[in-house]
């Protein structure tokens, strides 16, 4: 079983580290695109964004722990990545959500949004002991 669990790991974390590298480049690609010079800062949608954000960030930890409850309950590892993928999903999107506000409104505090999305991927880092929980058979007594 323990030769299940590395590549399955491996896996998971290069996926961690592409998604964390996404938002990276999400950042880096606002210093070579050029805002529509016509966007007036929108202070109210920015803090509606940021709401958002927030939303999906808090809502993604239940969700993942829920998932991974399962797969240790029903020993199905797959559910183990599946649930980790759920979650760096939804702490994607604040970055997306920055990307939009840089757009829209040209809002110098755009960043914020990334910052939130990079800080959330950091704390879905993907833990080998929920791998290993799901993969080992527990004695039922």
Same mark, same amino acid.
């Given at each position: 079983?323990?030769?299940?669990?590395?590549?399955?790991?491996?896996?998971?974390?290069?996926?961690?580290?592409?998604?964390?590298?996404?938002?990276?480049?999400?950042?880096?690609?606002?210093?070579?695109?050029?805002?529509?010079?016509?966007?007036?800062?929108?202070?109210?949608? &920015?803090? $509606? =964004?940021?709401? %958002? *954000?927030?939303? @999906?960030? +808090?809502?993604? #930890? /239940?969700?993942?722990?829920?998932? !991974?409850?399962?797969?240790?309950?029903?020993?199905?590892?797959?559910?183990?990545?599946?649930?980790?993928?759920?979650?760096?999903?939804?702490?994607?999107?604040?970055?997306?959500?920055?990307?939009?506000?840089?757009?829209?409104?040209?809002?110098?505090? &755009?960043? $914020? =949004?990334?910052? %939130? *999305?990079?800080? @959330?991927? +950091?704390?879905? #880092? /993907?833990?080998?002991?929920?791998? !290993?929980?799901?993969?080992?058979?527990?004695?039922?007594?």
């Amino acid at each position: 079983m323990q030769q299940d669990v590395e590549p399955r790991i491996r896996t998971m974390r290069t996926l961690w580290i592409a998604l964390l590298m996404s938002i990276g480049f999400y950042y880096a690609f606002t210093f070579f695109a050029k805002r529509p010079e016509n966007v007036e800062p929108n202070s109210t949608l &920015f803090l $509606v =964004l940021v709401g %958002i *954000a927030l939303s @999906t960030v +808090l809502i993604s #930890f /239940p969700i993942k722990n829920k998932l !991974i409850g399962q797969a240790i309950e029903q020993q199905h590892v797959p559910l183990v990545q599946q649930a980790y993928i759920v979650a760096w999903a939804l702490s994607e999107i604040p970055a997306l959500l920055g990307l939009l506000d840089f757009y829209l409104t040209g809002n110098r505090y &755009f960043y $914020v =949004l990334f910052l %939130i *999305a990079l800080f @959330t991927q +950091l704390l879905h #880092f /993907p833990k080998r002991e929920h791998v !290993i929980n799901a993969s080992f058979k527990k004695p039922m007594f």
